[in-house]
């Protein structure tokens, strides 16, 4: 058992010198290196997705202040104030004719047959909602 012992020592007085003391110590050094680069190459794009996300906004507002700007000189300009004015006092323009229709109307086809609708499904029993369900047939 010395002999293992003896010969382990021996293998690592061999491997601990000085010029391997110096090699893991620069390595070391490269790898904190590394790490630190590739820390501030990652915060680095990430400032950069805030930038651009922050530049997409102020363009989104930019386009809706002009078209609100837009539409405020369309409000101010004297066709929409005519249009509102006729739309709002059922009033024509010289020449044009108002059509106003009463509030309920019943729906008719081309030949001005009223249009027989089909019972509701909330009206229907069950086994009916079934039935026309699968079939497509009413009971």
């Known amino acids: 058992m010395n002999i293992k012992i003896k010969q382990l020592v021996s293998k690592?007085?061999?491997?601990?010198?000085?010029?391997?003391?110096?090699?893991?110590?620069?390595?070391?050094?490269?790898?904190?290196?590394?790490?630190?680069t590739i820390d501030a190459i990652q915060r680095n794009f990430k400032l950069q997705q805030q930038v651009d996300d922050l530049r997409q906004e102020i363009a989104v507002q930019e386009l809706k202040n002009k078209t609100f700007q837009f539409q405020n000189k369309y409000y101010a300009s004297s066709e929409y104030?005519?249009?509102?004015?006729?739309?709002?006092?059922?009033?024509?323009?010289?020449?044009?004719?108002?059509?106003?229709?009463?509030?309920n109307t019943v729906h008719t086809d081309a030949n001005d047959v009223p249009v027989q609708t089909e019972t509701p499904i909330a009206q229907r029993s069950n086994f009916a909602q079934w039935m026309y369900f699968l079939f497509g047939k009413k009971s």
């Not at 690592?12 to 630190?36: C, D, Q, T």
């Not at 104030?81 to 509030?103: C, H, M």
């Open 12 to 36: 690592a007085k061999n491997h601990l010198n000085l010029n391997n003391g110096v090699l893991v110590f620069a390595l070391l050094i490269a790898f904190s290196w590394v790490w630190s």
């Open 81 to 103: 104030q005519e249009l509102s004015a006729r739309e709002r006092l059922n009033k024509a323009a010289p020449g044009e004719k108002v059509l106003i229709l009463p509030p």
